[in-house]
């Protein structure tokens, strides 16, 4: 077994980075990648893990378990595919739909992305200021595939945006970057 | 990821703000499409071009899709016709004039510049020709624009050729009549024109250039207005040194946007990336306007006590701003107070704030002059003359470019309105002092000798 995935999701307090990679250490292993967030008073986060040569998963599960305080936190472990490491080819864009909040948004405007065939690998909303909810913004940052026609993605989302009173906006991440970063 | 802030204002600006790429323009020398014989140089220049454009719209467009940023207008700049074409006649140069009137149709560009000549030391057979052909050919014509450059720091004022640039606005302008004297909009005369600009009607390409080449017009008066108002909102005793550092900030982030469309349309197309050239450059439309910056900054309005020191200000702060951004800015650069092409600026002209006086004492700190500025049709050839002059002397000395687009309207005095349609817009007709008298300084011709300052080795 090569690497595994642990994810640690639950209420946000100091120290579950340090209690979950001491863990980590004490077996043997190293934390290939990670990243994490916190909502509100959530946190989430997900490590990619490289285990000692020979370790097998159901072992590792139980040792983790067995060592990690857990302290209402859900942890969540598996085994990672070799193919999970290769992104696919495309480029990266960001949708940003701009309006009133409403129920279902998300779905809707997740929905037509998924369709397309289209991944979301990052999602954040953005409030801005709370006295005015006609510009509550969702941000999309999608991965692309070479494969999809954008036009008519472009489109469909924009129609979409439309029937939920929403302003939309699909436009290649490279253009944020050039204007913000030196 | 980006954080919230940046990804808002980015977002803003492109949507709310009236960022655009406001032209993109191949440059394309004809040198070596010349010939003696007109057919011959005729069938050179559509080979040519059409070679280089026919995919210019369709890229701009694709590259302006993906990054939610409107090419607004794709533009032909070229050699200096007066030049490329020197062994013909003023008919033949009209021909030439609708020739690539009928080129810019076919490959889909808004105007073709560079029927242009440059004789600020001296007028030459081919100069004359094209001066002689300018009223025709831009009355004949929707797609093409002329310029001609009677001055430079170096060589001083050619007043035979101010005097016959006179002549020629007032004929264009007598010739189009019915569009409220149009051709004269589609003509500038220069001092010291850069050989790089994107931005009609001066565009051309200058010699020393590459055989073809890709410059970026950016503006976004509508992005700095907002970035001020934001500031002095937050924080309503900020001082000006602090307000000169917003604007070369937001002027930074307008023209990486520039650039970055500008690369890419030169990457695809596999021609060079030339300047991209950051002018805050109004359109009539509400929000697109820099006479508004005026106001932001306190002003009542531009025109008014004050206007030339935040003119000084503001022009200064965009440049230092574009050159940060962009390791190749050219072109103008700056601020233009384009009268008919900013309402407020139009708005300020109509209720007395702005004449041509204050108009000329701002030109003396922006980046271009007199700009679409519509005076009575019966303003004399020798007075246009003198104030053609005027504003060349105020390039000549202080080693900046100036320039005069300026409309006698025929049958139309002060006060009266013209009407130019588009992006052009619409003006009050300004009052001009001795309008028909005559004017003997000017009829001296000769060349104002060029200053002490110009001997710089």
Redesign the interface.
């Known amino acids: 077994m090569s690497k595994i995935i642990i994810t640690a999701i639950g209420k946000d307090r100091p120290g579950i980075v340090s209690s979950v990679a001491g863990v980590l250490y004490q077996l043997g292993c190293n934390i290939e990648n990670v990243s994490q967030t916190i909502l509100q008073s959530e946190f989430a986060g997900i490590y990619i893990v490289s285990t000692p040569e020979g370790t097998d998963f159901e072992t590792f599960s139980e040792q983790f378990h067995g060592t990690f305080d857990e302290k209402g936190l859900h942890v969540h472990i598996e085994p990672m595919a070799l193919e999970d490491t290769q992104e696919p080819s495309g480029e990266h864009f960001i949708i940003t739909t701009i309006g009133p909040d409403s129920r279902g948004l998300v779905y809707d405007i997740s929905t037509v992305i998924a369709e397309a065939g289209v991944n979301i690998i990052n999602l954040k909303a953005v409030f801005e200021g709370g006295d005015n909810p006609e510009r509550n913004i969702m941000v999309y940052e999608v991965l692309v595939p070479d494969t999809v026609d954008r036009h008519i993605l472009s489109g469909t989302l924009k129609e979409k945006a439309t029937s939920l009173n929403l302003a939309l906006t699909f436009q290649h991440k490279n253009i944020f970057d050039t204007v913000n970063r030196i | ?2 954080n ?1 802030s ?6 803003e ?3 709310y703000e009236h960022l655009d790429v406001r032209t993109v323009t191949l440059g394309i020398n004809l040198f070596d499409c010349a010939s003696h014989d007109l057919e011959i140089f005729k069938a050179n220049l559509r080979k040519k071009i059409t070679r280089l454009a026919g995919n210019l719209v369709e890229t701009c467009n694709a590259i302006g ?5 409107e090419v607004v207008n794709k533009r032909i700049s070229i050699s200096p016709i007066g030049v490329v074409a020197a062994p013909f006649n003023a008919d033949q140069m009209v021909e030439i004039a609708k020739t690539l009137n009928d080129i810019a149709v076919e490959v889909g560009v808004d105007f073709i510049g560079g029927f242009s000549a440059l004789v600020e030391k001296g007028m030459a057979n081919g100069d004359r020709a094209l001066i002689e052909a300018i009223p025709e050919a831009l009355t004949q014509t929707d797609r093409i624009c002329a310029s001609v450059n009677v001055g430079s720091t170096r060589a001083g004022i050619n007043m035979d050729a101010v005097l016959l640039m006179a002549k020629a606005i007032k004929r264009g302008a007598e010739l189009t009549s019915d569009k409220d004297g149009l051709a004269a909009a589609k003509l500038c005369v220069f001092c010291n024109i850069p050989q790089d600009v994107p931005f009609m009607a001066g565009a051309y390409l200058g010699t020393g250039e590459a055989d073809a080449v890709i410059n970026v017009g950016v503006s976004g008066p509508g992005v700095v207005k907002r970035a001020i108002d934001r500031a002095i909102e937050a924080k309503p005793d900020l001082g000006l040194g602090d307000i000169a550092e917003i604007i070369k900030r937001t002027a930074c ?1 307008v023209t ?2 520039g ?2 469309i500008g690369r890419e349309v030169a990457d695809t197309l596999d021609i060079p990336f030339g300047v991209v050239d950051l002018s805050l450059a109004p359109t009539p439309t509400v929000g697109d306007s820099v006479g508004e910056i005026f106001q932001s900054l306190g002003l009542i309005s531009i025109g008014a006590p004050g206007s030339t020191a935040a003119l000084a200000m503001l022009n200064d702060a965009v440049k230092k701003g574009g050159a940060f951004a962009s390791s190749h800015v050219g072109g103008l650069s700056g601020a233009f107070i384009p009268v008919s092409e900013d309402l407020n600026i139009e708005e300020a002209c109509r209720n007395g704030f702005l004449n041509i006086e204050k108009l000329e004492a701002m030109t003396c700190v922006c980046s271009v002059g007199l700009d679409m500025v519509a005076i009575p049709g019966n303003t004399s050839e020798e007075t246009l003359a003198g104030i053609i002059a005027d504003e060349m002397a105020i390039g000549m000395i202080n080693n900046k470019t100036t320039a005069c687009r300026l409309i006698p309207v025929p049958g139309k005095g002060a006060g009266d309105y013209a009407h130019f349609g588009g992006l052009l817009g619409h003006a009050t007709i300004i009052d001009v002092k001795n309008c028909q008298g005559e004017n003997s300084f000017v009829r001296h011709g000769g060349r104002i000798p060029a200053p002490i300052h110009s001997l710089k080795n």
Do not use: A, H, P
């Open positions: 990821m980006l919230d940046e990804l808002i204002s980015t977002v600006m492109l949507k899709d993906k990054y939610g940023i982030k990486r946007v650039e970055l």
